[in-house]
């Protein structure tokens, strides 16, 4: 073992040890802290630190250039770390994806010599009581509340042996507060993301919470049928980044995915949205702020390692309805004379000059279902991307403008891309907690969408 | 042989009696009632091909300590990567601190259901050959062939190709005086075939149904599963399928194959008789159950002949163990028996919410970095002692679908709406099999389903079938966990057309 040095010097020592053709390195700096809550009373906590490195070595057989990855926690021998990755390397045989390193920095990096930003448990030191406090008030009232809250910074430094030294800080924040009545037979949910808990209100998610068990004091059951739907920006969301998940260009492309066209080649320039939509990744949206380059430790249709370093600049997947742009890997993009683009650790969906909000559109509605989150959504059909799940924590009918009651739940079947095209109203964008895919992405902002023929396939008696 | 085997000494060699000293002696010092100290180091591989080239070999291992307590009723837990007795001290005082912000929301005081002490416990599970001793170009070079195998037949336009293989070394101590030492391998290939259609667009996949397996390389080379002989027979059911009719949506018998049934069983049996769940600890998150605590004894899950068992004990399964991450010693248990509810699967703190004497072992952490929560364990349906073959069973369908392999998966926060599809669905008409159909999936209530089991198979259709990722926990954690069945009949089950789900 080597003494603990400073995460800068890892990647330079990695770096200097290199026998290859190639390198890049990075150590990802972490520290976290949680609060996990069931029944008004704590459940399980943590506070966690931990370092990563991982090392990519390129090798050049003769008969192109390969590469292996090698990652470790802690502080490994680093020396061993690289020669173990080389030998991988040298084991891969030559890579479809290679082309040669990136060398030009892109826009955005942070303070390579400053120390990795951190975390700990003190980020709930406010939040904590006021979480008690909120207890205590459902307890009053025979109410039951359930969640999580959890904060994490990661600072990476990436370093490659074209000349890179990249530093990014990355603050990731969730809460999730779950309202049950006392017999549990009603529950709703409200959710935030942030970035340093200083604009987490327990108060408004406990009003919203409030506001939605009032709505379920009434029940109404419905069956299985296809319904006018609201869905909330949360909802919306978790679509939204499935849909964007599947975008791999090489896949389209191999008429392997919903964004194939028939007879060959990708449906770009195809218009998805009957509304001029707007699906976009941007590093620098204010508020969504995330990584401006690609850290990448093992290749795939997504991403490739040959890309460590590629700035990730602002990105339309679909621009005013129509599919625009596909994830692309260099090595695809230069196959396929296409640009090279990459996922970025955030998504807004947006409908130029919208203004209405959830409440307003609701207000508008003569009949209809408002749903909360959806959950358990899972790939039934890759061709047409038909994805099943269920409603939870609050379906909600709407009656001549106003919340009548609350219904079961729903089994949904439905394709994110098909929905697109039946959407008639998108309201104004707002930030937003995915309620399925928040241990992965919590940067999101999304409208409040009406579709007029939702999908319930049967019904869950599920609350 | 695995019964000769012990703990690699390299993970012996780091200094887990120091870390055990300065953090549980700490830990008492500031007045905790409970610690205990994981040191953990998970060396984890996966290997991806894509048209049998690599796409990537990563190669990971994560190796740190974890301190957890209970101080005056409430958990603090906190965890590291630095293995000095300095960073133990720190992250058992670290813990206490968790442990007192936290108590401003916990009413709810921690006891730990007791456990004999078991003061130098080895456990190493049962594997043949270190798939990290095999070098990776032997491990590339075997997958490597097998994806050209199937990329060379006709109709099959690409291959993808998935091996990961991992393993998990667990050092635990606690105030009790309990030592475990503990080694584990599991591994999980598989390979998938697709065939496009240009002209039309449309596209269809197969996949290899061999289970993840709690074995060693030799799972590649022979044992426990022929893999060249699955390769060669998936060109033609590809084939088949693809030209496969649509289901007329409707009510079937079903004949599930436990390829397909274990993933039932995980789903709708053994996620809804966690205790945790039914307490409400995950009602925010993974959800709830219908099988609540005061219908132990009395809910009737299925049918007579259905009887289910908890177990952390089966050889070459996922969730089995030596000890759990609190200590207690691998079991098994009845979970339904004669088709009612009769047991839950439990860890140390719940057990004693539960009203029960002992845990039943059911505690897990998949990282240095997490707290253990309740997981899986072996959840298995079993077999019927006399119980008929599988082409017996469908032999005495008149109109129905058998099931093979699973695909899709969906279910809802109280387990009690589900869908599954699955690799191949045939039409059975007059006892006898008549070809492939497209388009399925089976949607069912989870009490209505198994109620409807009328026919279990027998002991030789038995398998053991899983995964190594079941998700569960805040912050989430995976699980590797086994599901061993035997094949089922169910009447009269719903089956959707997902085409027309689709709105096509």
Not at chain 1, 300 to 316: I, K, L, Q, R, W
């Amino acid at each position: 073992m080597s003494s603990w040095d400073r995460p800068q010097d890892v990647v330079e020592k990695a770096l200097a040890a290199s026998t290859a053709d190639g390198q890049v390195a990075f150590v990802v700096e972490s520290s976290a802290a949680n609060l996990r809550w069931a029944s008004n009373s704590l459940t399980t906590n943590g506070s966690v630190r931990s370092r990563q490195v991982v090392v990519i070595s390129f090798v050049d057989g003769g008969a192109g250039m390969a590469a292996g990855t090698v990652a470790r926690t802690g502080s490994p021998d680093v020396a061993a770390l690289v020669a173990a990755s080389e030998q991988a390397a040298r084991d891969a045989g030559p890579a479809e994806d290679a082309v040669p390193l990136v060398s030009e920095a892109p826009p955005g990096a942070g303070d390579w010599d400053a120390d990795p930003a951190e975390t700990s448990i003190g980020v709930f030191r406010d939040f904590a009581p006021a979480l008690g406090e909120a207890f205590g008030g459902a307890r009053d009232r025979g109410e039951l509340l359930f969640g999580y809250a959890e904060h994490g910074m990661a600072t990476t430094y990436l370093g490659t042996s074209t000349g890179l030294r990249l530093r990014h800080d990355q603050p990731s924040g969730r809460v999730e507060l779950n309202g049950k009545s006392g017999d549990m037979s009603r529950s709703v949910w409200a959710g935030v993301g942030t970035r340093d808990f200083a604009d987490v209100s327990v108060a408004d998610l406990v009003g919203d919470v409030q506001r939605k068990l009032g709505w379920s004091q009434r029940r109404i059951d419905l069956p299985a049928g296809r319904y006018e739907t609201l869905l909330p920006p949360s909802a919306v969301s978790d679509l939204m980044i499935y849909t964007h998940w599947t975008m791999q260009a090489r896949d389209a492309d191999e008429g392997r995915n919903v964004y194939a066209r028939p007879g060959g080649g990708n449906r770009i320039g195809e218009r998805l949205a009957a509304l001029p939509l707007t699906l976009r990744s941007d590093p620098f949206e204010p508020g969504l702020e995330a990584c401006p380059f690609q850290v990448v430790s093992g290749s795939s249709a997504s991403a490739s390692v040959f890309d460590n370093g590629m700035g990730t600049p602002a990105v339309e997947w679909i621009s005013g309805g129509v599919l625009a742009n596909l994830i692309r890997p260099r090595a695809w993009a230069l196959r396929t004379t296409a640009p090279a683009t990459a996922t970025v650790d955030n998504l807004v969906l947006e409908l130029p000059g919208a203004t209405e909000s959830l409440d307003e559109m609701v207000a508008a509605t003569d009949r209809g279902l408002l749903l909360t989150t959806l959950w358990y959504i899972r790939e039934v059909d890759p061709q047409t991307l038909l994805l099943t799940g269920l409603t939870r924590d609050g379906v909600f009918l709407v009656e001549g403008g106003e919340v009548a009651g609350a219904v079961n739940n729903f089994r949904f079947n439905e394709s994110p891309v098909d929905l697109l095209g039946r959407i008639t109203q998108a309201g104004r964008t707002e930030r937003t907690l995915p309620r399925e895919w928040n241990d992965w992405f919590t940067r999101a902002a999304m409208p409040a969408v009406r579709v007029p023929d939702f999908n319930m396939s049967s019904v869950s008696p599920a609350s | 042989m695995a019964a000769s085997r012990d703990v690699d000494a390299s993970f012996l060699a780091l200094p887990l009696s120091a870390l055990t000293d300065a953090a549980l002696t700490r830990a008492l010092d500031l007045g905790c009632e409970h610690a205990d100290l994981r040191v953990e180091r998970i060396r984890t591989q996966s290997i991806s091909l894509r048209d049998a080239r690599l796409e990537s070999l990563a190669d990971g291992e994560d190796l740190g300590l974890a301190v957890r307590v209970v101080h005056e009723g409430t958990w603090g837990f906190a965890a590291g990567v630095v293995l000095t007795a300095a960073e133990a001290v720190r992250l058992a005082e670290e813990a206490v601190a968790v442990a007192q912000v936290s108590a401003a929301v916990n009413s709810d005081r921690v006891e730990l259901a007791p456990e004999p002490v078991y003061p130098d416990a080895t456990w190493v599970s049962h594997y043949d050959v270190d798939p990290f001793e095999v070098p990776d170009a032997e491990k590339t070079g075997l997958l490597t062939e097998l994806s050209e195998q199937l990329l060379a037949a006709d109709g099959v336009e690409h291959v993808e190709t998935v091996c990961q293989a991992v393993k998990e070394q667990k050092y635990y101590a606690d105030t009790a005086g309990t030592r475990t030492r503990q080694q584990r391998v599991r591994i999980h290939p598989d390979l998938t075939a697709l065939t496009v259609d240009r002209t039309t667009g449309a596209f269809e996949s197969m996949r290899t149904i061999a289970p993840p397996a709690g074995r060693g390389w030799e799972y590649l080379t022979g044992t426990g599963w022929d893999w060249r002989a699955e390769i060669a027979e998936i060109p033609e059911l590809l084939r088949e399928k693809a030209k496969a009719p649509s289901v007329q949506a409707g009510r079937y018998d079903l004949v599930v194959d436990p390829s397909n049934l274990w993933l039932t069983i995980h789903e709708s049996i053994g996620h809804a008789t966690e205790l945790d769940r039914a307490l409400g600890y995950e009602a925010a998150y993974a959800g709830t159950s219908f099988a609540t605590v005061d219908k132990l004894g009395t809910l009737r899950y299925g049918s007579e002949i259905m009887d289910v068992t908890g177990d952390r004990t089966a050889p070459h399964g996922l969730s089995t163990i030596g000890w759990d991450d609190e200590g207690v010693a691998g079991q098994q248990w009845d979970v339904i028996r004669n088709g009612v509810l009769v047991g839950y699967q439990v860890d140390r703190n719940t057990a004693r919410m539960g009203g029960m004497a002992r845990s039943n072992g059911c505690a897990f952490a998949d990282s240095p970095q997490h707290t253990p929560v309740q997981r899986m364990a072996n959840v298995s349906l079993q077999p019927a002692p006399d119980g008929p073959a599988t082409d017996e069973l469908i032999a005495g369908v008149e109109r129905g679908i058998y099931v093979v392999g699973d695909k899709s998966w969906s279910i809802d926060m109280q387990r009690y709406n589900f869908q599954f599809t699955g690799q191949r669905f045939y039409r059975i008409e007059g006892g006898e099999l008549a070809g492939q159909l497209r388009d399925v999936a089976y949607q069912a209530t989870t009490t209505d389903f198994w109620g409807s089991m009328r026919v279990v198979g027998g002991p030789q259709t038995y398998q053991l079938g899983g995964a190594f990722n079941c998700g569960k926990g805040q912050p989430g954690q995976v699980a590797p966990v086994s599901h061993g069945c035997p094949v089922a009949l169910f009447e009269n089950v719903n089956v959707l057309n997902t085409s027309h789900e689709a709105g096509r």
